[in-house]
């Protein structure tokens, strides 16, 4: 498979792997990077920005092509976001060659009804949408990503086509399926910090809290906390070991 594309900025050990969510790219933690005096790499996940799809999307093909992207052994600490999140703890077993040594994952959705996994598999059935300019597909990219408001779009989550414009995002990639958290969080080998905006409601407090009690719960945030307030989500973040 075609390597994945990584951002890669910073300098000091350890490098801190950064792993967006559903939807959006490695242009998201773009707020972030100047916060951190460290080695910054943040790739776009498969079917995604300037990444190649995959036959089919399973978290544990998403982190075999991550691990892949690096070109290092690690040790590697992970920030993750709601799905990237996901792809942090399962990286985070030792099964892909990848030393991990901590994984913070922010806005994991935790609680999955039967219509939340439904809704899923017929956003995942549906063809992309053709839009007639390259503003109207970049609103789209940033409404389906929740960034709205928040960012700015990224031009790689776009493509022109002959009938238009529409996202780069690979449908099929919304039907990935629900993670199962007590089986990630006990394979996980190293220290591993969950955390979630007090106002998100994909992955609202007492939620997460039912799962892990000391949960980090960031107070007036939403879904996309690293957005919202980069400082806070970094904040909680190992520090380096010089």
Request: charged share 20%; aromatic share 4%.
């Amino acid at each position: 498979m075609e390597k994945l594309k990584l951002r890669v900025t910073g300098e000091g050990e350890p490098p801190v792997l950064l792993l967006h969510g559903l939807g959006a790219t490695g242009a998201v933690w773009d707020g972030l990077a100047g916060l951190l005096d460290q080695r910054l790499l943040a790739p776009d996940l498969p079917g995604h920005g300037g990444s190649p799809r995959l036959p089919e999307y399973t978290f544990e093909a998403l982190a075999a092509a991550v691990a892949e992207a690096l070109d290092e052994p690690g040790p590697v600490a992970v920030l993750g976001h709601s799905l990237g999140g996901v792809v942090a703890l399962e990286l985070a077993s030792g099964r892909y060659g990848l030393d991990v040594s901590s994984v913070l994952a922010v806005g994991i959705k935790v609680a999955w009804s039967g219509d939340d996994l439904a809704r899923a598999a017929a956003m995942a059935a549906r063809p992309p949408r053709q839009f007639d300019t390259q503003e109207e597909a970049e609103t789209a990219s940033l409404k389906i990503s929740g960034l709205t408001g928040l960012a700015p779009a990224d031009p790689d989550g776009v493509t022109e086509t002959a009938d238009g414009w529409r996202l780069v995002l690979d449908p099929p990639a919304f039907g990935v399926g629900r993670p199962e958290m007590p089986s990630l969080l006990a394979a996980a080998r190293c220290p591993v910090v969950l955390a979630t905006g007090e106002n998100d409601p994909m992955c609202r407090p007492e939620q997460l809290r039912a799962l892990v009690p000391e949960a980090v719960v960031l107070s007036g945030l939403g879904h996309n906390a690293h957005v919202e307030d980069p400082a806070a989500v970094a904040a909680l973040l190992p520090p380096r070991s010089d």
